[in-house]
């Protein structure tokens, strides 16, 4: 029944404006259908709805397995050094320490970690956008010569997970070809490779591939070059696929350990996660709790990011069919 | 067809002399031709220039930081590479090593331990959870979140929390089988447990991306099939088994080969958690090559090990593309 009311309302919706529909079209899929497997009716019945709420149940079993941990962790971060090893454990710590995670800060130096690891996924947003989106535009838009080929050879890589070059991408970037210029311990090192990104390159590709040829006919016949319809029309037409990238792209940079720890030796430039590692191993010296309260505030930020950006995630995730 | 046979054989014939002549002329139309072949693809070049000159950055990022380290690997494999003295070439003598290294083997099986592990508790279980969400008319989007939520911890955050968890003495898994009067493990500590008590680490941190990409799956489903089928009088398995499970299996099939290229490529647990142990029980073949390259200083026998990684997955990558073009083709 809803289902039809929505479809009368798409007129209006796509008369409001060009990039709130292709902002909608991009949504297509987190759309919910309103009939599935049980039809509302047989829910009805005393039988089903015990069932139903069974399954409810069982769900929510299912959730205390997927946040328990974390919720272990967090209650974790707020207990004395005693009381985190005391078996029986305790639910909830009986004098919460919040002065852990002031502590935790200062011991580890977290302030430079953040700052690093901030200014890190900067950086690769930045650097991310600017190669995927004017290859994109290029290869969507400009179309020039021998363009089948080149897309061939972006496309081809997403078939190679960059592990698997790992250990020559390394000896690669502390020795660079021609110009012998090593990039270990430098960002650079860290962010050049991941520039490299076919998925960028498809999401925005096949998003530019949904803008109308007839807008760039008009912007062509008022005068605009290949510039300027890219500055103008297309990059503020497609708001929407480049906040998918950015997100992605500042939580994979949040998350990303291998390659920095490889590539960040110096601990003045490492980033959290290298930082996080180093502060585990044994000789590190760290209590336990401040420890495990730093766990808690890495993972705040992508949590955050996840709850505020919700939609543009799950549109994304849907859209690449990864990643996450 | 046969009257035109018969005039190009008649032509010819009728007249001998001029035909030199219209060859000539033929093959300066063909001179002219193949020169304005040549002129357009010059002019489609000068055309396109703005075109490249967009493709210069993502073109030049992949060439230094993609094709030419998958190229330099396979020139590596058969160098000794030490960082130190220059390359020299040793021939296939990396892959006799490292194919004669008992660890190599271990490695790779564990490697595919771990995979069928992750597959049993990773691939129908999501199926099972995104099948059970969709029915729900109550907190749909909670559980939704609530399943997603170990996904957005970094890695590095999720595999220290589990360590602290599969602490033999003070971690919460033994102390809740304490309260339930179960006998206590050694989960990392013990080489039979080991390996499937990462795989639990890595499906809690990786399923809820999975439910999510069904979720939108089942999503699809047209209602109007579901209910042409009540009318018809099915049952539910029934409309499970001839509706959803058949609208979602094209999706089920990626995600069957996409878990088992990022499951093969595992690395930060046993790397962070067990060190590849105990008794090499946890050795992965990135870790393997990790060791080789970062540990023992041995270049070329980890890009070795490494091509033969490239090649398994390639060819898992060759079956994901040639089902999503038949997907996409059957779309």
Not at chain 2, 134 to 146: C, D, G, I, V, Y
Request: net charge positive; aromatic share 12%; with cysteine.
């Amino acid at each position: 029944m809803s289902l039809f009311v929505k479809d009368t309302q798409e007129p209006t919706v796509r008369s409001r404006s060009l990039r709130h529909n292709l902002f909608r079209r991009m949504q297509d899929n987190t759309d919910a259908s309103e009939r599935t497997l049980i039809s509302p009716l047989t829910l009805q019945r005393p039988v089903s709805r015990t069932l139903y709420w069974l399954v409810f149940i069982l769900l929510a079993l299912f959730t205390v397995v997927s946040l328990g941990p974390v919720y272990w962790m967090f209650s974790g971060g707020l207990k004395t050094s005693s009381e985190i090893f005391q078996t029986p454990p305790t639910f909830w710590p009986v004098h919460a320490q919040w002065s852990n995670y002031v502590q935790a800060w200062q011991v580890m130096g977290l302030l430079l970690y953040f700052t690093n690891t901030l200014l890190l996924a900067l950086g690769a947003v930045i650097l991310q956008i600017l190669v995927s989106a004017t290859a994109a535009y290029a290869l969507s838009k400009l179309q020039p010569a021998g363009k089948d080929v080149i897309q061939f050879c972006f496309f081809c890589t997403l078939m190679v997970p960059p592990v698997a070059y790992l250990v020559p991408q390394f000896v690669n970037i502390s020795n660079l070809p021609f110009i012998n210029v090593s990039l270990v311990n430098s960002w650079s090192g860290v962010l050049l490779p991941e520039a490299a990104n076919a998925f960028n390159i498809l999401i925005l590709k096949s998003f530019f591939d949904g803008i109308p040829a007839e807008l760039s006919e008009a912007a062509r016949l008022d005068g605009a070059n290949s510039w300027q319809l890219f500055l103008r029309i297309i990059i503020p037409l497609s708001r929407p696929a480049l906040a998918v990238v950015t997100i992605f792209t500042v939580v994979a940079t949040w998350k990303d350990f291998l390659w920095p720890l490889l590539v960040l030796s110096d601990s003045n430039v490492q980033s959290l996660m290298v930082a996080l590692y180093h502060e585990s191993q044994p000789n590190a010296g760290l209590p336990f709790n401040y420890f495990i309260a730093g766990l808690v505030m890495a993972s705040v930020p992508p949590i955050l990011l996840f709850l505020l950006f919700q939609r543009q995630i799950i549109r994304g995730i849907n859209l690449t069919g990864l990643k996450g | 067809m046969e009257l035109h046979s018969h005039a190009s054989v008649s032509v010819p014939a009728q007249d001998a002399p001029p035909l030199s002549q219209e060859g000539k002329e033929k093959s300066t139309l063909q001179r002219k031709n193949s020169r304005s072949r040549l002129q357009n693809i010059m002019r489609a070049i000068r055309r396109s220039w703005a075109g490249y000159l967009f493709l210069l950055p993502a073109l030049a990022t992949f060439l230094i930081f993609v094709w030419y380290p998958i190229v330099l690997g396979f020139v590596m494999s058969f160098q000794n590479v030490d960082m130190i003295n220059p390359p020299a070439w040793v021939g296939w003598l990396n892959y006799q090593r490292v194919l004669s290294d008992p660890l190599f083997v271990i490695a790779w099986r564990n490697t595919f331990e771990f995979t069928i592990y992750a597959l049993i508790f990773g691939y129908i279980i999501p199926v099972i959870l995104a099948l059970l969400i969709n029915e729900m008319r109550h907190a749909k989007s909670f559980f939704r979140l609530a399943f997603y939520l170990p996904v957005m911890l970094p890695p590095i955050v999720t595999v220290f929390l589990w360590r602290w968890i599969y602490n033999p003495d003070a971690g919460l898994l033994n102390s809740l089988l304490a309260l339930l009067h179960l006998p206590a493990g050694l989960w990392l500590e013990n080489a039979s447990t080991s390996l499937p008590s990462l795989v639990v680490v890595a499906t809690w941190s990786a399923a809820g991306s999975t439910i999510l990409i069904y979720l939108a799956a089942l999503q699809g489903v047209s209602a109007t099939l579901y209910e042409a089928a009540e009318i018809d009088g099915s049952n539910l398995w029934q409309r499970l088994w001839n509706i959803t499970l058949p609208a979602i299996r094209p999706v089920m099939l990626l995600m069957l080969i996409l878990q088992v290229i990022s499951t093969m490529q595992v690395f930060v647990e046993p790397f962070t958690i067990t060190s590849g142990g105990p008794q090499n029980s946890t050795m992965t073949i990135l870790l393997l090559i990790y060791n080789y390259a970062f540990q023992q200083g041995e270049f070329g026998r980890a890009s070795a090990s490494g091509a033969i990684l490239f090649l398994v997955l390639a060819v898992f990558s060759l079956i994901y593309m040639r089902i999503t073009r038949n997907f996409m083709q059957g779309d």
